[in-house]
């Protein structure tokens, strides 16, 4: 039953990464079952902390404890139970779950299967009792030994386990019972599915099974056997029908709980916002008799846009409000890093020529020139973080846009959590194992270095929405550094992007572009001679603007404006689209103009000139948020109390209008 013993774990495993709580040596979970002749299983659990300090973070974080079993208590879980009790046992420092299983067991070909879960030994046999153990690393530092204890109904022989397919199955001696029969269905069905993630919906070993479409529960309410049970689905038109589900024998007071994983097809992808389709389900069974019974079930459900994504995998109805619940689909972000993509892997030349052509996977040194020059690339390319509307913050709305690398680079902007999937894709792409790391109300990238050493970085340092507003590299990694150390128990993930993909968390497939499109997109580096030699430091110098030349004045000519006093207005960000607040104050003394400017927080000094109507202005200025200092060129046209033209951040290709008016 692997499914269930790890839906404590999916939390707990999570505290490890990094070192960032203290180690867990070795949990205990104790497990015992006792099924029934109709297929029903009473179990219970036991979680036993290696220590008390442990046992008590865990309760203090989740005094709820059955926000730690979701996948087990609510409408998501695998199993169908009832009487779920879930409490804390203080002088054990033990977690206890008891509940009943409904359709746990169920009659297949003849013989009765479990679906234990792969991995498990099975160490102790009789015709009443089977006992297996389960040794499974959670990482380099947990290990978790589960021993569980079924006991059978009488009568049981030629019990077997397959390790491959986790199931356990036996023979049960039991007459057959004609009479009448009563079916009591009931189909869930999950209200919205994502197309981004089409291909985790068709496979029952991601995540422990909860990401299925449909759960089809039937009980036999009548007298007699429910036999030839088949059951079959389709979900509009992007899947065929399923190949039938078929079950032998339903026992009166019995039970079977059938999931629907469907094959998807990839057109789904061409969804831009949600669609309702029709999902339908047939049965059919017969009595003892040969009488046949039918029925088709139809249920309406949304298919989310390719960048839609729903951060959890609970109904809003039995959310309990904590960080947990309303973000539990954190894992499946690895389905938007694309490092195999085209467009991706043509940016990973760009940076790869920027960084001297290292090979970033071979030497610490060398992987952190690499990401460096990423950072430093996307600086020069205007690449620029962007305000999100409301995205990772503790709320109930269902989800958000979520951007694919291609779209990051086609945008130039993202979000925290578009630009960290951006550096993780990057980061794959090189064969450097890269993570995102998911909090409340934020975002970022870990790159694990060559020599196991942590690389974080904090891609919202890049742009925004004042000009010129980056911090460097440096600083990126000193800002996510100190956020990891904030991480709170029980309020993150941390996302291995390589390790979901390889468990089937696979990115949807993305139309093809031009094989110029990064060109085409306007990507340069920062001089035409190429990157770096050797992976040393990139320098950047001032790109031109967008067309390649700066206001003139129309001819040469005197002073013939006075601009002391103080302007105000706004600017433009040309690769945002974002707007600001920009105020000078100006002295002028014959041609020549200084004084104090303010973007936004942001201020520093500025000297410039005046020709005719023409002026220019280089501030210095100093970044409030990251403490940073750059340098905008602002160049003018005096038309009357008003100036306005264009202006550039010197070393990147940030460029945009602006316009303020005489106030003083």
Known sequence: MKKLLLAL???????SAFGQFARINTIRIIADGTIDERGGMKISFKWVFPTNALYMQVKSTFPNPYVLLRNLTTFSSVFELTNTKVSYDDAKNSILVDADVI?????????????????????????????????????????????????????????RYDPASGVFSFNMKRKNVSGSVSADVNAKVKPRIMSALYKVYGMPDVMDGAYWVAKFILTNKGKGDIVDLRISYKLGDYTSWSPESVYDVVPPNGAVVDLYYPIISSNVTQLRSQTPVDLQIKYSYKDRSGKTYSDTIIKRIQILG????EFSNVPEEERTGSWIDNFS?????????????????????????????AGAALKDKDAIAFMRSLYDLAIHNGISY????????????????????????????GTCIDLAILFAAVG??????SYLVVMPGHAFTVIQLPSGDILPIETTGLGGPVVGRSATFEQAVEMAMELLGKLEFGKFFIVEI?????????????????????????????????????????????????TGTQPRPSQPSTTVVNLTGVFEGTYRNNISGQQGTLEFYIEQSGSTIKGTAWADQDMGDFTGTVSGNNVKITAKMESSAYGTNYVVVFNGTVQGNTIQGTYTVQGTNVSGTFQVKRTQ
């Not at 774990?9 to 505290?15: G, P, R």
């Not at 390719?306 to 994504?309: G, H, I, L, M, T």
């Not at 962007?386 to 130039?412: A, C, H, I």
């Open 428 to 433: 794959q792409a090189v064969n450097l194992k």
């Open 103 to 159: 359709g746990a067991v169920v009659n297949r070909k003849g013989r009765w299967e479990f679906n234990l879960g792969k991995g498990a030994e099975l160490v102790h046999a009789t015709d009443q009792m089977a006992i297996f153990v389960l040794v499974s690393a959670a990482s380099s530092e947990e290990v978790i030994f589960t021993t569980m204890k079924l006991k059978l109904p009488s009568g049981c022989s030629e019990l």
């Open 9 to 15: 774990l999916i939390v707990m495993v999570l505290t």
């Open 306 to 309: 390719v960048n839609q994504f």
């Open 498 to 546: 390589g390790e979901m993909q390889r468990k089937g968390v696979l990115p949807p497939e993305l139309p093809q572009l031009p094989s110029t499109i990064i060109k085409d997109w306007g990507y340069t580096l920062p001089r035409a001679t190429g990157g770096t030699a050797g992976g040393s430091t990139p320098q950047t110098t001032a790109p031109q603007t967008g």
């Open 329 to 357: 689909n954190s894992p499946l972000l690895a389905a938007f890093v694309t490092h195999l993509d085209d467009v991706v892997k043509s940016f990973v030349g760009l940076v790869s020529q920027y960084s001297g052509g």
């Open 386 to 413: 962007q305000t999100p509307s409301g995205f990772l913050v503790e709320y109930t709305s269902l989800g958000q846009d979520v951007k694919y690398p291609r779209d990051v680079l086609r945008d130039k902007a």
